[in-house]
């Protein structure tokens, strides 16, 4: 008997449906999600003295799923532990210190920010909840956990300041240091980092005065862009300041705030040398009292930051017996200048010049003032005299020189004693001035 055509596909039709059906029937899920689940001991007190501090949390998962932990207190208020941790077939632990994430009841004040937090005593219903990956089947286990002896004081940050708002890490004497103050009430571990706006962090060390890190009280941070250890500093930017404060249960704190960089780098310059010539180039090599020494140089900033000058000018002469000081223009820290230095001098480089006049350098208003600085990449010919008052005659001849001298920073071994010369200072003699009185 032949069967028709239509009859054929209905009956396929109907075969493919079973076929799924008891497919389905098979490889569905079956049972909980979630098995064997605890916490050992149920009773814990978290308060960093060696003795209860910690529980394990354990559980079972029969498939993929998503786990959360967490405790619900006498009134219902959850806290969460773990929240929604993807988690394959298998078995698990993890320590449990009493520490979830942070929270605040109401009435309560903290000037930081709450990140983790330590759940007060009381008795607490735990659960541990998987929900499948396929199904969306929710499992839960539940338990009694008690918690007794907390140390429930947060290590806020009391105060927290930034000085200055505007940092420029370039070694000019100018709002060089970036500082932290933070006061902690209690005993913590304190970080503090410098993050751009791609998140790279940037650690900023703690002061170690009169406070060693981890006690009760003030707290200081000191950050040079890492210029000091020979560092490159964070680029121009917005920054972020964060402090977290950690405790020894392990609850934590943060508070964070703003700061520009601005004229960030490694300040380097150089006293060029010359292929034709001197590198310093000297007036004379023999000079009579009361004649003008004179000298020429060339200086490069050859860093990526301006580096910050002071006078006199280019070009001014100064009396052998006048030191820079007496000009006006104290040692300032942070300015470069360039120092002419000799073997009867009584002082390091005694007479200083700035690099270039007002006009040839680039002026930046800062605090009020005009600073004088040269660019990078640029290049300045610094020039000036000493009126020779006197001469040493057992120091006859002597070596005069020249430095670029970075104030309270350094003068690197390159800038030390440049291009010594060999120099004679004599005096006229009388029989010189007047021949005809002479026997």
Not at 78 to 96: A, C, H, I, K, N
Not at 403 to 425: K, P, Y
């Amino acid at each position: 008997m032949r069967i028709s055509r239509r009859w054929t596909i209905i009956f396929s039709v109907l075969l493919l449906a079973v076929l799924l059906v008891v497919g389905y029937i098979l490889s569905r899920p079956k049972g909980v999600v979630i098995t064997e689940a605890s916490i050992d001991p149920p009773v814990m007190t978290p308060n960093a003295d060696g003795d209860a501090d910690v529980i394990t949390v354990s559980y079972r998962v029969r498939r993929a799923s998503t786990v959360s932990i967490y405790f619900l207190d006498e009134t219902g208020r959850r806290y969460d532990f773990r929240t929604d941790q993807f988690r394959s077939r298998g078995e698990y632990s993890v320590l449990f210190s009493g520490v979830v994430d942070g929270y605040v009841r109401d009435g309560e004040t903290f000037k930081g920010e709450i990140i983790n937090r330590l759940m007060p005593d009381g008795e607490y219903e735990w659960v541990i909840e998987a929900t499948d990956k396929v199904t969306g089947k929710v499992d839960r286990q539940t338990g009694t956990l008690i918690i007794r002896d907390a140390d429930t004081e947060l290590p806020d940050l009391w105060e927290f300041s930034i000085s200055p708002e505007v940092f420029t890490p370039n070694q000019d004497g100018l709002s060089d240091l970036l500082w932290v103050h933070v006061y902690v009430p209690k005993e913590a571990t304190l970080h503090a980092y410098l993050i751009d706006q791609a998140g790279q962090q940037y650690m900023m060390p703690e002061s170690e005065e009169d406070r060693p890190p981890g006690e009760a009280g003030r707290h200081v941070f000191r950050y040079d862009g890492g210029l000091d250890y020979g560092h490159n500093p964070p680029p121009d930017g917005d920054y972020t300041v964060l402090v977290e404060a950690m405790d020894a249960v392990g609850q934590t704190v943060r508070a964070e705030g703003e700061v520009r960089i601005e004229m960030s780098g490694m300040p380097l310059a150089e006293i060029i040398g010359q292929p034709l010539g001197d590198t310093v180039y000297f007036s004379h090599e023999t000079i009579l009292v009361g004649d003008t020494l004179t000298f020429e140089l060339t200086i490069e900033n050859y860093g990526d930051s301006p580096i910050r000058t002071t006078g006199p000018e280019s070009g001014y002469v100064y009396k052998q017996s006048e030191l820079y000081a007496s000009t006006g223009f104290y040692e300032e820290s942070g300015a470069w200048r360039v120092g002419i230095g000799c073997d009867t001098c009584l002082t390091d480089y005694p007479w200083r010049w700035a690099l270039g006049t007002e006009d040839s350098l680039t002026a930046f208003e800062i605090d009020g003032k005009p600073r004088y600085y040269l660019m990078p990449g640029e290049r300045a010919v610094i020039s000036g005299g000493i009126v020779m008052e006197n001469a040493v005659i057992a120091r006859n001849p002597q070596q005069f020189w020249a430095g670029l001298i970075h104030e309270d920073v350094e003068i690197t071994a390159a800038n030390q004693r440049v291009d010594a010369h060999w120099i004679e200072i004599v005096e006229l003699a009388e029989d010189a001035l007047f021949p005809q009185y002479s026997d």
